[in-house]
């Protein structure tokens, strides 16, 4: 679905029909005033979302959907950007590649945005930001941990036009490396969904786990599962054949729990202890791998790793988000309101509503020297006087690099016997 939130509030009309849009079955046909990516500030800054509202990881995605038009509905309450107020253009990418280039591509082409939050997962956003580079698109991604993309901007492939809030898997793997360590597990094995995130993830864990001294008992025969699998009987058996002490599960919700259900049943899992990640971490899922006839969870005593918050914007965010939308923000919503102030704050900065004019300033005001801000306000402000800042997110520092990435923080968190999710521990991995 497609949505377009501007200062008046949300409007949604019809859009001709195309076939930009043709891999985005679900998608609602919209139309908004376009313009071309120039320095003409008098338009306004316009920006757009890519990020799962449907597909293997919406029960993820859907919890930082509503961080992205919450932080326009505030920058367009103090002024906007350049004298004009922000719009948003929402696209569901439906954890889909496929609907992923198309959503950008219309982002891009026929709503001309100038930047974009999203998306979630790596493999949607490197089918995306191949769009966005060549229409000089700032992209910034909450939640794409894959590696490859600081291999990538290594090699100068994005030219600027990318950046995440959310730190690579290599930091993941390591914390979690370390915490199967610290628990001491010596053999351990692997499976993956097989994309940029899950064989990215299983790559950073091995060569972290048997730095450590441990050993991944399935190395040589990884188990990478289809992102369009049904049944997952052959994948199951292979992970948790010769009983290792504990399988790294790196996963996607939806398909992840039919994984993990035909384990348990199949009585595998016995003695093993399940290791998780991000991709699984909502509320939802251990109701999505089931209970034993006995109604106890069969996910209970699982442990797994998620980038955690811990900006000095955080306690701020929260309250906002209790106070527009009641209870408290999920998993990865720090990372999107982050991504989204990083857009409007360049903007600001670089004094015109561009891709171009964005990517030559994300890193001037997520980094020091400049006054240090929490409120975007306070730092849209200070911009508009020709001061420099430096964004404390809600998520942590924010500090861009030269290849797009932040360091961040680690929450360990559980599986309660009642089918909550507790975090038990934080982390902040350090390379030996």
């Known amino acids: ?63 930082m959907a509503g961080s992205v038009p919450l932080l326009v509905e505030t920058v367009n309450a103090c002024e906007g950007v350049n004298g004009r107020p922000v719009t948003l253009i929402e696209v569901d990418d439906q954890t889909d590649p496929r609907a992923g280039a198309a959503g950008m591509t219309k982002l891009a082409t026929l709503d001309k945005v100038a930047g974009v939050v999203g998306s979630f997962a790596s493999s949607v956003s490197t089918a995306a930001v191949s769009v966005a580079v060549p229409n000089q698109v700032m992209m910034v991604s909450p939640g794409s941990t894959s590696p490859v993309f ?19 898997d290599t930091y993941q793997a390591l914390a979690l490396a370390q915490l199967a360590n610290q628990r001491g597990f010596q053999r351990v094995s692997t499976v993956v969904i097989n994309n940029d995130y899950g064989v990215g993830f299983e790559r950073a864990f091995v060569q972290a786990f048997e730095a450590l001294g441990g050993t991944v008992v399935n190395k040589d025969k990884p188990v990478r599962y289809d992102p369009k699998a049904q049944t997952f009987d052959t994948e199951a058996s292979a992970a948790f054949a010769g009983k290792p002490d504990a399988v790294v599960a790196v996963l996607y919700a939806e398909t992840g729990s ?58 701020d965010f929260n309250q906002l988000w209790a106070d527009k939308k009641g209870g408290s923000p999920g998993e990865y919503a720090p990372q999107a309101w982050d991504a989204a ?11 015109e509503n561009t891709g171009s004019g964005i990517a030559s300033k994300i890193r001037e005001v997520s980094n020091a020297p400049g006054t240090e801000v929490t409120d975007v306000c306070e730092g849209l402000r200070l911009l508009r006087e020709g001061q420099e800042i430096n964004y404390q997110g809600a998520s942590g520092n924010v500090d861009i690099d030269a290849n797009g990435d932040v360091v961040g923080v680690y929450d360990v968190w559980s599986v309660e016997t009642d089918g909550t999710i507790q975090v038990i521990d934080k982390v902040t991995p350090k390379p030996e």
């Open 341 to 351: 102030a990083l857009l409007v704050l360049a903007a600001q900065a670089a004094q």
């Open 258 to 315: 039919l994984l993990l259900k035909t384990a348990y049943q199949r009585g595998l899992t016995e003695g093993v202890q399940i290791l998780l990640t991000d991709g699984v971490k909502s509320p939802t899922f251990p109701e999505q791998v089931g209970r034993s006839s006995n109604g106890n969870y069969l996910l209970a005593g699982a442990v797994g790793t998620v980038p955690g918050s811990d900006g000095e914007a955080l306690a």
């Open 1 to 63: 679905m497609t949505k377009i939130y501007t200062a008046l509030g949300l409007s949604i009309a019809t859009l001709l029909t195309g076939v930009l849009l043709g891999a985005c079955e679900n998608a609602e046909n919209t139309t908004t005033t376009t313009t071309n990516n120039t320095t003409d500030t008098n338009q306004g800054l316009k920006i757009g979302s890519l990020l799962p509202t449907t597909g293997d990881l919406a029960s993820v995605g859907q919890q």
């Open 150 to 168: 600081t291999e990538k901007a290594q090699q100068g492939d994005f030219k600027g036009f990318w950046a995440r809030t959310a730190p690579p």
